[in-house]
């Protein structure tokens, strides 16, 4: 049996992802409070992944969702989407010729089944060094991007290295999503 999940997400990247891999879905935004008083990097995108596909399970409770969040970390800081230009400013500034960690967090809720997964990745990204005027230019570029940046945009050239999955720093795991894919797939036959 053919299972059709629903995106709980209205990324355009993360749906791009999907229909690489090939999974079948559906997407449906969803509107969960993003804000938590966790600390570590990798609980936060776990905890933030699950809360969205939460948010829309509870209306489609006999279809499996999956939510995701994204986060950049460097030095102690959590790098989430910029405010406004002046935060997209000084994240970039802050990013700037450095190494920093992607973490996408990942989560699978069916209702009707019982099955709540919740997982995370992380890569290494270095940006590449760039002049004050270019990260100017970068930072109105990206407002709706953790840590300020699109590493799958093509002119986009803020990051020059990458240690780790792309689809990780893109900001969905298919590595996870497949796997959580065939956790279902068992429940189901």
């Not at 209306?59 to 910029?82: E, S």
């Not at 709706?144 to 799958?152: V, W």
């Amino acid at each position: 049996m053919k299972i059709r999940l629903i995106l709980a997400s209205k990324s355009k990247r993360r749906v791009k992802l999907l229909k690489m891999a090939g999974i079948k879905f559906r997407q449906i935004s969803s509107d969960a409070d993003e804000k938590t008083g966790l600390k570590r990097p990798s609980a936060i995108v776990k905890e933030l992944s699950l809360r969205k596909a939460l948010a829309i399970a509870k209306k489609y409770p006999n279809m499996p969702v999956i939510g995701a969040d994204t986060l950049v970390f460097r030095k102690g800081k959590i790098l989430g989407k910029p405010k406004n230009i002046k935060e997209a400013a000084a994240m970039l500034k802050f990013q700037n010729g450095n190494w920093q960690t992607v973490y996408s967090g990942t989560a699978l809720v069916w209702l009707e089944k019982n099955i709540y997964l919740k997982d995370y990745a992380m890569s290494k990204c270095k940006a590449r060094k760039l002049k004050s005027d270019e990260l100017r230019y970068f930072a109105a570029k990206h407002m709706d991007k953790a840590g300020g940046y699109a590493i799958q945009d093509t002119d986009d050239m803020f990051i020059e290295k990458i240690k780790g999955r792309f689809d990780t720093v893109v900001g969905l795991p298919i590595n996870l999503i497949r796997k959580y894919i065939k956790r279902i797939n068992k429940c189901t036959k």
